[in-house]
T-cell receptor
């Protein structure tokens, strides 16, 4: 299994509070991704990174920011959490770019915003 | 824009029988990859099988095989000799073009009956 961990694995927070989720990899892969999974929507890309300090937006990026200061860590921040951000968040990594984009996923973080 | 459609929200199969999960997609790219991911109740995303669009031969991994119809933009997954451990949500995904993102379908929940 690819060495990907996510922390925390579960979090309950209140509306308006900041939240940071961490993804850590031991594979030295260049590409990292944050997805959210909601019933009836599959997985949707929030942000991705193609190198240290190189990030870009996905299809559902509003309300989220990311940072990547080291190859192994990719942080997802909700500046002011809302109930619509209650979801399961997955981090993924990929060693390659472009068409052969096989991604390996972390175990997920369940976030509940009350 | 890329789209992936899974028209079967739920499917069921008897243990030891064969089941086929449907997936259609749309992309303007001529070269791309297609994937099936399995998500059991543990929530872990597991890659089941991968198909390269420029390869005419259908991919096979043990009891899992695909029927890739490029002209029809169809990519179905066949599970033979179904086992109780195959019960999971299955996601079809597409990767193509110069970006790095995977586009996922909404998933098909497979139940295996003993």
């Amino acid at each position: 299994d690819a060495g990907i961990t996510q922390s925390p694995r579960h979090k309950v927070t209140e509306t308006g509070t900041p939240v940071t989720l961490r993804c850590h990899q031991t594979e030295n892969h260049r590409y990292m991704y944050w997805y959210r999974q909601d019933p009836g929507h599959g997985l949707r890309l929030i942000h991705y990174s193609y190198g240290v300090k190189d990030t870009d937006k996905g299809e559902v990026s509003d309300g989220y920011s990311v940072s990547r200061s080291k190859t192994e860590d990719f942080l997802l921040t909700l500046e002011s959490a809302t109930s619509s951000q209650t979801s399961v968040y997955f981090c993924a990594i990929s060693p390659t770019q472009g068409r052969n984009n096989e991604q390996f996923f972390g175990p997920g973080t369940r976030l509940t915003v009350l | 824009a890329q789209t992936v459609t899974q028209s079967q929200p739920e499917m069921s199969v008897q243990e030891a029988e064969t089941v086929t999960l449907s997936c259609t997609y749309d992309t303007s790219e001529s070269d791309y990859y297609l994937f099936w991911y399995k998500q059991p109740p543990s929530r872990q995303m597991i890659l089941v099988i991968r198909q390269e669009a420029y390869k005419q031969q259908n991919a096979t991994e043990n009891r899992f095989s695909v029927n890739f119809q490029k002209a029809a933009k169809s990519f179905s997954l066949k599970i033979s000799d179904s086992q109780l451990g195959d019960a999971a949500m299955y996601f079809c995904a597409l990767s193509g073009g110069s970006n790095y993102k995977l586009t996922f379908g909404k998933g098909t929940l497979l139940t295996v009956n003993p």
